[in-house]
């Protein structure tokens, strides 16, 4: 029999303590990306062909005076799940919350825009997850919301078992 791999904070991320993230002032965004979200990713099972990094975004334009400047955004993280974007995912240093209006708003207008167009978007700040499908009456209600260090509490329940694998 294959023992099944029980997911903690040890196994994703090793030594490092997420309750103090916050005192580090090197640990930011990038940190966060590189130490937090790709090993979750890489236990979720994604590969490259499913993850497009830094997609370039591009909104009409703002017009100063009579010249047209193009606006121009990019999400961490898209993930392609059979040709379509399911989520987005963006990362925030430990000190944003990922609750916030003003960040939940800029996840949003990224699954929102029209080369994206996907069903759920999330924000990770290397403490906490905050899962919302952009079709909620009330995107500032998360599907999933929970500490990375109770993420043991909700892999097989939630994260592991959805994946936000499905076009819905």
Not at 3 to 9: G, W
Not at 44 to 68: A, D, M
Not at 82 to 91: K, M, P
Request: net charge neutral; charged share 25%; with cysteine.
């Amino acid at each position: 029999k294959r023992m099944k791999n029980i997911i903690t904070t040890k196994t994703l991320f090793g030594k490092l303590d997420l309750t103090r993230l916050e005192q580090n002032p090197n640990f930011k965004e990038d940190s966060v990306r590189e130490e937090i979200i790709v090993p979750l990713l890489k236990e979720l099972h994604y590969g490259q062909e499913n993850i497009v990094r830094s997609k370039t975004l591009v909104n009409p334009f703002l017009k100063v005076g009579t010249k047209k400047i193009p606006i121009h955004y990019y999400p961490d993280y898209c993930f392609n799940v059979e040709g379509y974007y399911a989520w987005v995912l963006d990362a925030k240093r430990p000190d944003e919350s990922v609750t916030d209006s003003e960040n939940i708003g800029q996840v949003y207008s990224y699954a929102v825009h029209p080369e994206i167009k996907s069903t759920y978007f999330a924000l990770c700040n290397g403490k906490d997850f905050s899962l919302f499908r952009t079709q909620a009456q009330a995107t500032d209600l998360p599907l999933l919301s929970f500490s990375l260090t109770e993420i043991e509490h909700y892999w097989d329940k939630q994260i592991g078992r959805a994946s936000c694998r499905e076009r819905v």
